[in-house]
């Protein structure tokens, strides 16, 4: 089954960005990097009893260290796929058809995928002054939903495999995880 996700867009967008959060997690992204996909990898083929609950129990404490205000990194340097479903409420707020929306907004994706993104990046609903959405009440599923922290590791480890290095959130998560599996033992 596939799985609605960001795809990464920007990786200089990435490089530049002056994100309080990004500046301080940057150095550690790239350093871990490949240490956390392997371990993610790890984690795919053989998943530990109790992986979701344990994640469960790790979520609300990386939400306490890391704040999305601060950092907007997913909308900076990645797009949002956008559901048909997505298209006609974003469109209807806007006050727009839904082809005048994607004509102004959106290219399809090349590929199997097909999947309608961002033609622009950072996010063109993206405040740059605040780091707010300026269609929050409106936003794509996957933009509500991202980092598909709580969701079954089965079906979204790939996608924290992606997003380690894009993402502080799902960093801490996967570090965090990590220590406590390698505790376990
Ligand atoms: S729609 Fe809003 S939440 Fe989604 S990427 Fe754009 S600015 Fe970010
Ligand atoms: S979801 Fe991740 S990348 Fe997006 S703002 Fe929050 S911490 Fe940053």
Request: glycine share 4%; hydrophobic share 30%; aromatic share 8%.
């Amino acid at each position: 089954m596939r799985r609605n996700n960001r795809r990464p867009i920007s990786s200089r967008a990435m490089a530049n960005s002056n994100s309080t959060l990004i500046r301080r997690y940057r150095p550690r992204l790239r350093k871990d990097r490949p240490l956390l996909r392997r371990f993610i990898t790890r984690l795919q083929k053989t998943p530990p009893r109790g992986i979701d609950a344990t994640i469960s129990a790790l979520i609300p404490g990386v939400w306490k260290d890391v704040k999305c205000l601060s950092c907007a990194n997913c909308c900076k340097t990645m797009s949002p796929t956008y559901l048909p479903a997505d298209m006609r409420r974003i469109s209807k707020y806007l006050g727009m058809t839904v082809n005048a929306f994607k004509d102004k907004y959106l290219e399809q994706e090349r590929g199997a995928a097909r999947d309608w993104m961002n033609r622009s990046t950072p996010c063109q609903f993206l405040r740059l002054s605040d780091n707010k959405c300026r269609i929050y009440s409106v936003r794509p599923l996957d933009c509500s939903t991202f980092p598909h922290l709580g969701v079954r590791f089965a079906d979204y480890g790939h996608v924290h495999h992606q997003n380690v290095e894009y993402c502080p959130a799902t960093y801490e998560l996967m570090s965090r995880l990590k220590e406590v599996t390698e505790t376990i033992g």
